[in-house]
């Protein structure tokens, strides 16, 4: 729950890293959610991205195996795969350019889209209303 407490000291709650019904109200607010169902989404989505809160920044330190059984799509041969491996600012150009509505290939585009793990929305909207972290 690290990253509830930041949320809560940043928006002057108790950072006890509960999300309690102070904490709810003021995500709904903070991100401007509408009905309390769509928190409940966004909450349950961004806590199952997050592994439970604790990590905001998504690892794509594959190796070249681990390049073909994740992304077979962007990865397809093993030739392919030993050029990005361990190599995760070009891995995330590749796996998050021209998705999702971030543009082709932009500059660092796909490793800032990779750094926000808590919901899948198009990155640069992410970027745009919440920053990296």
Not at 29 to 37: H, N
Not at 71 to 90: G, H, I, S, V
Not at 103 to 116: H, Q, T
Request: proline fraction near 4%.
């Amino acid at each position: 729950m690290k990253y509830i407490r930041i949320f809560q000291a940043q928006n002057g709650l108790v950072p006890d890293g509960i999300i309690g019904k102070k904490t709810l109200r003021k995500i709904q607010e903070v991100y401007s959610i509408p009905t309390d169902a769509s928190l409940a989404n966004f909450v349950a989505n961004a806590h199952h991205e997050s592994g439970g809160f604790q990590v905001a920044v998504e690892n794509l330190n594959y190796s070249a195996a681990g390049l073909l059984a994740t992304f077979p799509n962007y990865f397809p041969t093993m030739l392919k795969a030993k050029e990005y491996a361990r190599r995760d600012e070009a891995i995330a150009n590749v796996v998050y350019a021209s998705r999702m509505a971030n543009g082709r290939n932009k500059a660092a585009m796909g490793l800032n889209s990779a750094g926000v793990v808590y919901c899948r929305l198009p990155a640069e909207t992410i970027i745009a209303c919440w920053g990296i972290f």
